[in-house]
């Protein structure tokens, strides 16, 4: 079964640090661009940040440049998000979505790992 | 930044079609996707540029592009259609992904 686990999220007081994974399984990841793609409590859908194959191109949204780090180890199958100086308005639930071979859609997603912001 | 606008709600009876809309500038030159996000749940992709669907997504959903408006179609709703509904594009001006705000489908 083509699946993705994410896993990492917690509670992290603001300004904290917090190191998101997402393991692949029934693919190969090495094959595929990747994402990350947030949605804050009751909120819609807000993308993160994108990772070329080899890792050669990445992107960030403007809310998260020079504070997130994507990456990925594909001889791990896995994808990684460093959060860095972490705020409030971070709190979200984080999922990984892989990116359709031909069209920059998402057809695999994560479950969701959940990140709190709160002192 | 690319902006795109869809509206906060839409209500349907069963079966009967519904068409949601989402608003950009000139959005029929770019690639749009459409995604069905139930209550606790991961978003699943049904319609990706414009009107192709993924294997396990039912033919009842399908897409058009035209001038400043791309529309989700979804014929003979159903019951467990009920959803938000987001659309998303590739802006290559920005190299960002943009998603509308969604909508929320009710069924009658």
């Known amino acids: 079964e083509v699946q993705l686990v994410e896993s990492g999220g917690d509670l992290v007081q603001p300004g904290g640090s917090l190191r998101l994974s997402c393991a692949a399984s029934?693919?190969?990841?090495?094959?595929?661009?990747m994402n990350w793609v947030r949605q804050g409590p009751g909120k819609g859908l807000e993308w993160v940040s994108y990772?070329?194959?080899?890792?050669?191109?990445?992107y960030y949204a403007d809310s998260v440049k020079g504070r997130f780090t994507i990456s990925r180890d594909n001889a791990k199958n896995s994808l990684y998000l460093q959060m860095d100086s972490l705020r409030a308005e971070d709190t979200a639930v984080y999922y990984c979505a892989r990116e359709h071979l031909t069209a920059n859609a998402f057809d695999i997603w994560g479950q969701g790992t959940l990140v709190t912001v709160s002192s | 930044s690319y902006v795109l606008t869809q509206p906060p709600s839409v209500s349907v009876a069963p079966g009967q079609t519904t068409r949601l809309t989402c608003g950009g500038n000139?959005?029929?030159?770019?690639?749009v996707h459409w995604y069905q996000q139930k209550p606790g749940q991961a978003p699943v992709l049904v319609v990706y540029?414009?009107?192709d669907r993924p294997s396990g997504i039912p033919e009842r959903f399908s897409g058009s592009n035209s001038g400043n408006t791309a529309t989700l179609i979804i014929s003979r709703v159903e019951a467990g259609d009920e959803a938000d509904y987001y659309c998303?594009?590739?802006?290559?001006?920005?190299?960002?992904?943009?998603f509308g705000g969604g909508t929320k489908l009710t069924v009658l």
């Open positions: 029934g693919f190969t990841l090495s094959t595929y661009d």
């Open positions: 998303q594009v590739w802006d290559t001006s920005t190299q960002l992904v943009v």
């Open positions: 000139n959005i029929e030159n770019r690639g």
């Open positions: 540029n414009e009107g």
């Open positions: 990772i070329s194959i080899r890792s050669t191109t990445i």
